[in-house]
């Protein structure tokens, strides 16, 4: 990536709105609602995305994410409410591309052109060189099929060229409607580098995904919505923390009889799978060491379980699933318990 280009005032004023360098790069919803017919995709939402640091955009199906997110780039018109991308409205902006760079639902590229002229074509309406054209085909990884015919790309490829249309104008933000969605494993990998590393340039980068495990690594902030509505505003680091809360405590003893005794108590649930481990519900890590201290009993591990993003996100949007499918039971805290 190349540095930032200097942020320069008079080309923002004559662009009809003043310039606050605490709105540089802040994407800022406020009490947006979209309605389709009988449908309200959106209701009443409100959040602030900083720049800096990587937001995740989660929510079950049909949770208004990519309503939103199109509603934020100006494609689709909020029935209420305003958005600000930079402190201005994307309408306004003089050279979109360079203040935000957007990959909304891929969908399957139909087209003759080659990624190379897709890209060509995109940076000459808008007065990027083809310099950058070749940095961006790199830094995608799409080097060795850049002359192919883009419409004959695989999922992944797709996914690739829609990233390099969205970094093409070295955007100061990132909005990405999963991403990750289609790429193989070395891809993945890539794309969590690569938005940490946007990220710590001093962008905003502002994520959709499904996969869990993947944004609980490349997210630190959160937004959830279900139904249209925030279900939750706050870092990834809270949100698994509430969620472990109560969690399990797995203890490693050669004392297990005794110290089943020595920890039992109202409210306390132990299970014993293994001859030398306990599964501990009801009593923190620190009293389960104290008890044991007390009766001199050998601890050989004490970790507190943690709860992992997928089971704090089932636990925050479980009343929120509209489309659920019915082999699958709902998870429920007793469901997670025993699981745990
Ligand atoms: N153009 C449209 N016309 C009518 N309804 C729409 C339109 N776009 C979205 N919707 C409806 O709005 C709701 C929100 O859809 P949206 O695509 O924003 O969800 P999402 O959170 O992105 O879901 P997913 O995880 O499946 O991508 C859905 O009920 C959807 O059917
Ligand atoms: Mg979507």
Redo the contacts with the bound molecule.
């Keep these: 990536m190349p540095s930032r280009r200097p942020e320069c005032p008079s080309l923002r004023l004559i662009v009809g709105w003043a310039i606050d360098p605490h709105d540089q790069g802040m994407i800022e919803i406020e009490h947006i609602s979209k309605r389709?017919?009988e449908?309200l995709?959106v209701d009443d939402i409100s959040f602030v995305v900083k720049p800096g640091t990587v937001t995740g955009f989660l929510?079950?199906?049909?949770?208004?994410?990519?309503?939103?997110m199109r509603m934020i780039v100006g494609l689709d018109a909020p029935s209420a409410g305003t958005i600000r991308v930079n402190g201005g409205a994307y309408r306004d902006f003089r050279a979109p591309l360079h203040e935000v760079g957007a990959m909304l639902?891929a969908r399957a590229i139909h087209t003759g052109r080659s990624a190379y002229n897709h890209l060509l074509a995109m940076a000459q309406t808008h007065g990027i060189g083809r310099a950058r054209v070749e940095e961006v085909i790199e830094l995608v990884g799409l080097s060795s099929v850049a002359r192919k015919r883009a419409g004959g790309f695989s999922l992944g490829m797709g996914q690739r060229l829609g990233i390099a249309s969205a970094l093409l104008g070295d955007p100061q933000t990132v909005i990405l409607d999963e991403p990750a969605n289609g790429l193989d494993p070395e891809g993945i990998l890539w794309i969590r580098t690569l938005l940490k590393q946007l990220a710590s340039e001093g962008r905003t980068v502002f994520l959709?995904s499904?996969l869990m495990s993947e944004m609980a690594q490349t997210a630190e902030h959160l937004v959830i919505v279900g139904r249209g509505r925030v279900i939750a505003d706050t870092t990834v680091e809270e949100v698994v923390s509430r969620a472990s809360v109560g969690a399990t405590v797995h203890v490693r003893s050669p004392h297990v009889p005794a110290l089943r005794d020595a920890l039992a108590g109202d409210g306390v649930r132990i299970q014993s799978r293994e001859r030398e481990t306990l599964e501990v519900h009801g009593l923190s890590a620190e009293r389960i060491g104290e008890l044991a201290a007390q009766r001199q009993l050998t601890l050989y591990e004490l970790t507190p379980q943690r709860a992992s993003l997928e089971d704090a996100y089932m636990r925050l949007t479980g009343d929120a699933v509209e489309y659920r499918t019915t082999t699958v039971p709902v998870v429920t805290d007793e469901i997670l318990e025993q699981a745990a």
């Design positions: 389709y017919g449908k995709a929510g079950p199906n049909g949770a208004g994410k990519s309503t939103t639902e959709s499904h």
